[in-house]
């Protein structure tokens, strides 16, 4: 047996194996190279005929681990020493772990070049390997890096892509460019899954469209991205490219992290930012003990948003509007809005999803306040959406209030499972349709 699942906790049941089985079997791991272990008394009486592992030195037969069960990451950052002591070449035995999502991520404390070549790509990178999931510095705006879902490019995105040599394409060569935040990245979704992958297919397998006509699909999102962000990504690493389409599809960030940002910055510059920047700014000035404009900590975070939201959705817009005309003002690009779902876009809610809202709106839920007002600012924002006459917008808030309880279309309040990226998929299909 090369490969090992390794059931850890009370709380690992058979579904914990059978998940991390799936894991192995999609990446051509043959069924019988697969072990079955698990550590600790198993809280689930099926699973007693599992291999008990009793010395953590017993890994070291396999070449790949995957830890599963809910408890799993927190065990494994408990255990980290006694795993590295046990397991010092990890180039022989890698374990990783299983998220709630499916994601699946090492336990290593630093990013090698085995888990992402482009750590020596450039200097950013490389003086940002001890950051394993989150945001990391680059000059130019923020990038993010999110494991466990698929291929990341040097900078983060879902692209797999040589995006220099697509600058110079024959006119029957297409791309299309996505930009947005963890949505439209797709975070607990593999590649193929992600609605730019679907909209990819349906172009090129349409017969409606010239079929000498070859569409690619580049995904430039990353999670927590605003439209500021979209913007400075666009200029600093797609502009060259000249993309025929350009999708933003977004809006929940700037409404949400509009209502924690600063108020002289969001009124007279129109700038939304992520809140955690101000900590980092915190840190980098050694001045803590200046106050942040939206604390973190609880019961703090329970206190009401501190801007309006008339300039919070205006803020929004105007930089939609400012994207919008770099993308069309010196090409043919077209730029189109995509306004995204939300749970509460739902009328009619399926089990999980009535339990997800029950969670996350809860009366002790981080950031229930900031979410539970968002319904009122998707309504402020379609109102001054249409004043303005922004007649590019594709809004999904309107095409998912009419999907029934019968299917599970979020896994939170922002993020869409695989049934829902198919509906978003199709939607920006048919306008693109349109357009031809």
């Known amino acids: 047996m090369k490969h090992l699942v390794l059931l850890v906790g009370q709380n690992a049941s058979r579904a914990s194996a059978e998940q991390a089985v799936g894991i ?28 008990r592992i009793t010395d953590l030195s017993q890994l070291a037969q396999f070449e790949t681990i995957i830890l599963a069960g809910p408890d799993s990451r ?34 290593k404390e630093f990013l090698t070049a085995d888990e992402y070549p482009y750590i020596e790509t450039h200097a950013f990178n490389r003086l940002s390997r001890k950051v394993k999931e989150g945001y990391y510095y680059f000059p130019y705006g923020y990038l993010y890096r999110s494991f ?132 980092w700014s915190q840190i980098l000035h050694q001045s803590q003990d200046e106050p942040v404009t939206w604390n973190n900590s609880w019961p703090e975070v329970l206190a009401p948003p501190t801007n309006y939201p008339r300039t919070i959705v205006s803020s929004f817009l105007n930089r ?16 189109i809005n995509g306004i995204q779902p939300m749970l509460l876009s739902k009328h009619e809610l399926s089990p999980d999803e009535e339990k997800i809202k029950s969670e996350q709106l809860g009366p002790t839920a981080w950031y229930a306040k900031l979410h539970s ?5 998707y309504e402020k924002l379609m ?38 990226e198919t509906v978003i998929a199709n939607e920006y299909y048919k306008y693109i349709l349109q357009l031809s």
Not at 153 to 160: H, N
Not at 187 to 202: N, Q, R, Y
Request: aromatic share 10%; hydrophobic share 40%; proline share 4%.
């Open 24 to 51: 192995f079997t999609a990446q051509g791991v043959a069924p019988q190279l697969i072990a079955y272990g698990h550590i600790g008394e198993p809280g689930d009486p099926s699973l007693e005929h599992f291999h």
């Open 74 to 107: 927190r065990w494994a950052s408990e255990n980290e020493e006694a795993i590295s002591l046990h397991l010092p070449n990890s180039s022989q035995t890698r374990i990783y772990t299983v998220d709630a999502n499916g994601r699946l991520m090492r336990c």
């Open 148 to 279: 466990g879902v698929g291929h990341l490019d040097e900078f983060g995105y879902r692209i797999s892509k040589n995006i220099k040599a697509l600058s110079v394409r024959p006119q029957n060569k297409k791309v299309i460019a996505v930009f947005g935040g963890s949505a439209a990245f797709g975070l607990f979704l593999p590649d193929h899954e992600t609605f730019p992958a679907l909209l990819e297919k349906l172009l090129n397998t349409d017969t409606q469209i010239n079929r000498r006509t070859n569409y690619t699909v580049l995904n430039f999102a990353q999670p927590g991205s605003v439209a500021l962000n979209a913007i400075v990504s666009f200029s600093v690493l797609c502009h060259r490219l000249k993309p025929e389409i350009v999708i933003f599809h977004g809006g929940y960030n700037d409404l949400y992290f509009g209502q924690m940002s600063d108020r002289f910055l969001l009124t007279e510059s129109d700038i939304t930012y992520q809140n955690n920047l101000e900590e």
């Open 320 to 335: 939609i509007a400012q994207f919008r005309d770099m993308v069309t003002s010196d090409s043919k690009s077209i730029f």
């Open 373 to 377: 007002r968002m319904p009122f600012l």
């Open 383 to 420: 109102s001054e959406a249409r004043f303005r006459k922004m007649s590019d917008a594709v809004n999904f808030d309107t095409v998912f209030a009419k999907l029934d309880g019968g299917a599970t279309h979020f896994a939170d309040m922002v993020h869409t499972t695989r049934q829902a």
